[in-house]
Nanobody, 125 residues
Framework: QVRLTESGGGFVQTGESLRLTCAASGSSLRRNAMGWFRQVPGKEREFVAVISGIGTETTYEDSVKGRFTISRDTVKNILYLQMDGLKPEDTAVYYC??????????????????WGQGSQVTVSS
Protein backbone atom coordinates (compact mmCIF):
# COMPACT_ATOMS: atom_id res chain seq x y z
CA GLN A 1 0.00 0.00 0.00
CA VAL A 2 1.34 3.40 -1.00
CA ARG A 3 1.83 6.05 1.64
CA LEU A 4 2.48 9.68 0.66
CA THR A 5 3.91 12.05 3.25
CA GLU A 6 4.08 15.75 2.51
CA SER A 7 6.20 18.46 4.08
CA GLY A 8 7.24 22.04 3.40
CA GLY A 9 4.07 24.06 3.71
CA GLY A 10 3.87 27.22 5.77
CA PHE A 11 3.09 30.90 6.00
CA VAL A 12 4.85 33.34 3.65
CA GLN A 13 4.50 36.85 2.28
CA THR A 14 3.54 37.69 -1.29
CA GLY A 15 6.42 37.08 -3.68
CA GLU A 16 8.23 34.60 -1.46
CA SER A 17 8.94 30.93 -2.19
CA LEU A 18 8.19 27.54 -0.70
CA ARG A 19 9.12 24.01 -1.72
CA LEU A 20 6.75 21.15 -1.03
CA THR A 21 8.12 17.63 -0.74
CA CYS A 22 6.20 14.38 -0.99
CA ALA A 23 7.92 11.17 0.07
CA ALA A 24 6.39 7.93 -1.12
CA SER A 25 6.76 4.66 0.74
CA GLY A 26 5.31 1.19 0.53
CA SER A 27 5.68 0.81 -3.21
CA SER A 28 7.84 2.01 -6.05
CA LEU A 29 6.07 4.70 -8.05
CA ARG A 30 8.87 5.08 -10.54
CA ARG A 31 6.57 4.63 -13.54
CA ASN A 32 3.36 6.09 -12.12
CA ALA A 33 2.23 9.58 -12.97
CA MET A 34 2.14 11.89 -9.97
CA GLY A 35 0.84 15.34 -9.24
CA TRP A 36 0.03 18.20 -6.93
CA PHE A 37 -3.50 19.38 -6.29
CA ARG A 38 -4.91 22.07 -4.02
CA GLN A 39 -8.18 22.81 -2.32
CA VAL A 40 -9.75 25.76 -0.54
CA PRO A 41 -12.84 25.50 1.67
CA GLY A 42 -16.05 25.30 -0.32
CA LYS A 43 -14.35 24.50 -3.61
CA GLU A 44 -13.43 21.34 -5.44
CA ARG A 45 -9.88 20.05 -5.45
CA GLU A 46 -8.05 21.40 -8.49
CA PHE A 47 -4.91 20.27 -10.20
CA VAL A 48 -1.83 22.45 -9.88
CA ALA A 49 0.93 20.52 -11.61
CA VAL A 50 1.29 16.95 -12.81
CA ILE A 51 4.20 14.91 -14.05
CA SER A 52 4.45 11.74 -16.09
CA GLY A 53 5.97 8.49 -14.96
CA ILE A 54 9.82 8.83 -15.12
CA GLY A 55 9.26 12.59 -15.23
CA THR A 56 9.69 13.47 -18.87
CA GLU A 57 6.47 15.48 -19.29
CA THR A 58 4.71 18.06 -17.12
CA THR A 59 1.46 20.03 -17.22
CA TYR A 60 0.63 23.13 -15.18
CA GLU A 61 -2.56 24.92 -14.30
CA ASP A 62 -2.57 28.26 -16.13
CA SER A 63 -2.33 30.47 -13.05
CA VAL A 64 0.89 28.82 -11.84
CA LYS A 65 2.75 28.56 -15.15
CA GLY A 66 6.13 30.23 -14.93
CA ARG A 67 6.01 30.35 -11.12
CA PHE A 68 5.74 26.69 -10.02
CA THR A 69 7.96 23.78 -11.00
CA ILE A 70 7.13 20.12 -10.45
CA SER A 71 9.90 17.54 -10.42
CA ARG A 72 10.56 14.06 -9.14
CA ASP A 73 13.40 11.85 -8.02
CA THR A 74 12.42 8.40 -9.23
CA VAL A 75 15.26 6.72 -7.37
CA LYS A 76 14.36 8.19 -3.98
CA ASN A 77 10.60 8.09 -4.70
CA ILE A 78 10.18 11.81 -3.92
CA LEU A 79 7.98 14.40 -5.60
CA TYR A 80 8.66 18.14 -5.37
CA LEU A 81 6.79 21.34 -6.02
CA GLN A 82 8.90 24.50 -6.11
CA MET A 83 6.63 27.51 -5.70
CA ASP A 84 8.09 30.92 -6.50
CA GLY A 85 6.40 34.30 -6.68
CA LEU A 86 3.61 33.18 -4.38
CA LYS A 87 0.37 35.13 -4.38
CA PRO A 88 -2.49 35.28 -1.85
CA GLU A 89 -4.69 33.34 -4.29
CA ASP A 90 -2.27 30.41 -3.97
CA THR A 91 -3.43 29.96 -0.38
CA ALA A 92 -4.83 26.43 -0.05
CA VAL A 93 -4.21 22.96 1.28
CA TYR A 94 -1.87 21.23 -1.15
CA TYR A 95 -2.04 17.49 -1.74
CA CYS A 96 0.37 15.21 -3.54
CA UNK A 97 -1.10 12.28 -5.39
CA UNK A 98 0.01 9.14 -7.18
CA UNK A 99 -1.87 7.83 -10.17
CA UNK A 100 -2.89 4.24 -10.73
CA UNK A 101 -1.67 4.72 -14.30
CA UNK A 102 1.76 4.77 -15.88
CA UNK A 103 2.69 7.41 -18.44
CA UNK A 104 0.64 10.58 -18.42
CA UNK A 105 0.65 13.23 -17.15
CA UNK A 106 -2.99 13.27 -16.06
CA UNK A 107 -4.76 16.35 -14.69
CA UNK A 108 -8.03 14.80 -13.47
CA UNK A 109 -8.19 14.00 -9.78
CA UNK A 110 -10.12 10.84 -10.62
CA UNK A 111 -6.97 9.44 -12.26
CA UNK A 112 -5.26 9.37 -8.86
CA UNK A 113 -5.89 6.80 -6.17
CA UNK A 114 -3.27 7.60 -3.51
CA TRP A 115 -3.22 10.92 -1.67
CA GLY A 116 -1.10 12.63 0.93
CA GLN A 117 -2.51 14.13 4.10
CA GLY A 118 -2.33 17.69 2.82
CA SER A 119 -0.06 20.61 3.60
CA GLN A 120 -1.32 24.11 4.32
CA VAL A 121 0.17 26.97 2.30
CA THR A 122 -0.82 30.47 3.35
CA VAL A 123 0.32 33.55 1.46
CA SER A 124 -0.22 36.90 3.10
CA SER A 125 -0.54 40.17 1.23
Amino acid sequence: QVRLTESGGGFVQTGESLRLTCAASGSSLRRNAMGWFRQVPGKEREFVAVISGIGTETTYEDSVKGRFTISRDTVKNILYLQMDGLKPEDTAVYYCAASKYYGGPYSAATDYDSWGQGSQVTVSS
